[in-house]
């Protein structure tokens, strides 16, 4: 991404840095076990049938992770997309019915460096895309958070 310009190296350094950082904390939680991420959780992704039964679609960036980050990554896109309350209300609505006997109270640990993940990972996608209304989106994400 440095020879093509799309990043200087001192932005490149930063970003190893808060990858790093970032990684470290998830692997926290390597002992959740794996399962089909959807990776794209939003509502153009969601189907809701008569019978109110729930179908995800399009499947193309699927991962295996650990529940957490299926989850983080969907409120990630939320903050982005939405007001502060409508993210904080729709957050809690979906962690309130959500199943899980994994850890449920360190979510919002993992949630956060999970976001700051996904931001960096989608800042360098979007910038190398020349999508300049996302990278802007996203660097004001991450100057917000006062890394």
């Not at 970032?22 to 399962?35: H, M």
């Not at 049938?49 to 409120?75: G, V």
């Not at 190398?128 to 004001?140: A, V, W």
Request: glycine content about 2%; overall charge negative.
């Amino acid at each position: 991404m440095i020879e093509t310009g799309i990043m200087s190296e001192t932005i490149n350094q930063i970003i190893k840095r808060i990858f790093g950082c970032c990684a470290e904390k998830i692997r926290k939680f390597e002992d959740l076990p794996s399962v089909l991420c959807h990776s794209d959780l939003s509502k153009k992704n969601i189907i809701v049938q008569s019978n109110d039964e729930i179908l995800l679609i399009d499947w193309d960036d699927a991962i295996a992770f650990n529940w957490m980050a299926d989850i983080s990554r969907l409120t990630f896109w939320m903050k982005l997309n939405y007001n502060e309350q409508d993210c904080i209300l729709f957050r809690n609505t979906f962690l309130k019915h959500y199943r899980t006997t994994y850890r449920k109270s360190e979510f919002a640990s993992f949630e956060n460096v999970f976001h700051i993940y996904s931001a960096l990972d989608s800042l360098i996608f979007f910038k190398s895309i020349g999508d300049k209304e996302m990278e802007n989106r996203l660097k004001n994400y991450l100057d917000r958070l006062d890394l």
